[in-house]
């Protein structure tokens, strides 16, 4: 495909603060818990960063919506801020499966769930995902995932994730285009190249489809084939 017609495939608009504040305005804008949440996340100092936007959020949340899962996995849990919008979208009776290994960070989470009454719809295990991934029953069929952890362990994060995913289920990852950082061929970090890696490996399986979208620092949605 040469420039000319590259470009008349690009439209992806710019974004500003105005444009931005648009955009979540006229979504599923965040409510005061999750307003409260984002500024004890953002107390936190630099680290705060890792938090999910508010526009990702309600994606997300809807999405769970749509595909109404009785299982979701989420790996990386942080201050509860994007397992809060997952167990929103939950319907009556659905679990949330957490994983994640900082008791100082996910202590925050529980009392944001509890305060969002949707604490009876999580479970929080403390402990390296792939070993909670691991010891889940044999017959455990996962309906939507949403992967944002360390990023040189997402391909081994997806692979305990695919053999679980069910005929109609859905995993998301966050992060994947990474500020751009992605294409830009002097970034030789570790982070960047496990992303680069793990967007081929997706690409590359012919088990899976998957699309990447430009929402917050870029979600890939996968499927199975």
Same mark, same amino acid.
């Given at each position: 495909?040469d420039?000319t017609q590259?470009?008349?495939?690009?439209r992806?608009?710019?974004?500003?603060?105005?444009f931005? %504040?648009y955009?979540?305005?006229?979504?599923c804008?965040? @409510?005061?818990?999750?307003e409260? &949440?984002t500024?004890?996340t #953002?107390a $936190?100092?630099?680290?705060?960063?890792m938090?999910?936007?508010?526009?990702q959020g309600g994606?997300?949340m809807?999405?769970t919506r749509i595909l109404?899962?009785a299982?979701?996995?989420?790996?990386?849990?942080?201050t509860?801020?994007?397992?809060?919008?997952?167990?929103?979208?939950l319907?009556?009776?659905?679990?949330l499966?957490?994983?994640?290994?900082s008791?100082?960070?996910t202590?925050?989470? %529980?009392?944001?769930?509890?305060?969002?009454e949707?604490a @009876?719809k999580i479970k929080?295990? &403390?402990?390296?995902?792939a #070993?909670? $991934?691991?010891?889940?029953?044999k017959?455990?069929?996962?309906d939507f995932a949403?992967i944002?952890?360390?990023k040189p362990?997402?391909?081994?994060?997806?692979?305990?994730?695919?053999?679980?995913l069910?005929?109609r289920?859905v995993?998301?990852?966050?992060?994947?285009?990474?500020?751009?950082?992605?294409i830009?061929t002097?970034?030789?970090?570790?982070?960047?190249?496990?992303?680069?890696?793990?967007n081929?490996?997706?690409?590359?399986?012919?088990?899976?489809?998957?699309v990447?979208?430009?929402?917050?620092d870029?979600?890939t949605?996968i499927s199975?084939?």
């Amino acid at each position: 495909m040469d420039n000319t017609q590259t470009n008349r495939f690009l439209r992806t608009l710019p974004q500003t603060e105005e444009f931005y %504040r648009y955009v979540v305005s006229h979504g599923c804008p965040p @409510d005061e818990i999750l307003e409260d &949440l984002t500024r004890q996340t #953002q107390a $936190l100092g630099d680290i705060g960063r890792m938090q999910i936007p508010a526009e990702q959020g309600g994606f997300l949340m809807l999405l769970t919506r749509i595909l109404a899962p009785a299982l979701a996995v989420e790996i990386g849990t942080f201050t509860g801020y994007s397992s809060l919008w997952i167990a929103r979208g939950l319907p009556e009776g659905s679990q949330l499966l957490c994983c994640d290994v900082s008791q100082e960070w996910t202590d925050i989470a %529980r009392s944001f769930w509890e305060r969002a009454e949707v604490a @009876d719809k999580i479970k929080l295990v &403390l402990a390296p995902a792939a #070993q909670t $991934l691991a010891a889940l029953p044999k017959d455990t069929k996962v309906d939507f995932a949403f992967i944002d952890a360390d990023k040189p362990a997402y391909i081994s994060y997806y692979e305990a994730l695919v053999p679980l995913l069910s005929p109609r289920g859905v995993i998301a990852v966050d992060n994947v285009l990474w500020s751009g950082q992605v294409i830009d061929t002097n970034d030789t970090s570790a982070d960047t190249q496990a992303l680069r890696d793990f967007n081929s490996h997706v690409a590359n399986d012919p088990r899976t489809m998957q699309v990447i979208l430009p929402i917050g620092d870029g979600v890939t949605l996968i499927s199975l084939a």
